[in-house]
């Protein structure tokens, strides 16, 4: 939590005219004043008294042509020991993906019964209402290097796939060799943007298939 502090707050210089701060909200915390120098919104979901917690989650979703998808679990799948730190590690990933949206959620267990029944209808309700994306593929036309703003930049091959998921995750195969990975939908929107990829039917890159996901395959058969 201490360093929460120094990242989103600077001593204030007692120098300063006060009429330049003014815009800004400031604390005196054990004896120090501090001004805010930067805030954002996180939202942690908060957890009745009879579950019990045993840690938590970092869910994102994100903004595409003005529609919101759906909210899923960061793609590291960590489960971390409490809210502080799953909100310092949502604080870093809001950094590089400025178009997504944070929160930080509970995993727990039912410590009275009765309220197990309830809890999986909701759960299960729901999931049935969750908006499904459709499953696309996309190829790079020609190598392009992709600069993100942030002072860092990621490096596309000619023919790497790029697969849309149900979910809305964006996943991508660079070559015959490599393992399935996650990426930004950002990247993926830049691509299509700028037209550096051609829409492909998936099915029909075979050279793919050893590594994609066991689900994927399935949906595809």
């Not at 805010?36 to 970092?58: A, P």
């Not at 003005?66 to 799948?77: I, L, P, V």
């Not at 178009?99 to 909701?122: A, C, G, I, S, T």
């Not at 002072?151 to 149900?166: A, H, P, S, V, W």
Request: net charge positive; with cysteine.
């Amino acid at each position: 939590m201490r360093n929460l502090f120094k990242n989103l707050f600077k001593q204030k210089n007692k120098e300063v005219n006060e009429n330049s701060i003014k815009p800004f909200t400031h604390y005196t915390i054990k004896g120090k004043d501090w001004v805010v120098d930067e805030s954002m919104s996180f939202k942690v979901q908060s957890s009745s008294e009879n579950i019990r917690v045993y840690g938590y989650t970092l869910e994102t979703r994100f903004l595409f042509k003005e529609t919101w998808s759906q909210w899923h679990t960061y793609y590291t799948n960590k489960i971390y020991h409490s809210a502080t730190c799953a909100t310092l590690a949502g604080i870093q990933a809001s950094k590089l993906l400025t178009d997504y949206e944070w929160r930080v959620m509970p995993l727990y267990v039912m410590d009275q019964q009765q309220f197990r029944d309830f809890k999986l209808n909701k759960l299960f309700s729901e999931d049935n209402e969750r908006k499904l994306f459709p499953i696309k593929g996309w190829k790079v036309k020609d190598d392009i290097d992709y600069e993100n703003g942030h002072g860092k930049t990621f490096k596309y091959k000619k023919n790497t796939l790029f697969i849309q998921l149900e979910n809305g995750t964006i996943v991508y195969l660079s070559n015959k060799t490599d393992k399935t990975q996650y990426d930004y939908r950002k990247h993926l929107n830049y691509l299509l943007e700028s037209k550096s990829v051609d829409e492909v039917d998936i099915k029909e890159e075979k050279w793919a298939y050893p590594h994609l996901l066991k689900e994927l395959k399935l949906k595809l058969k």
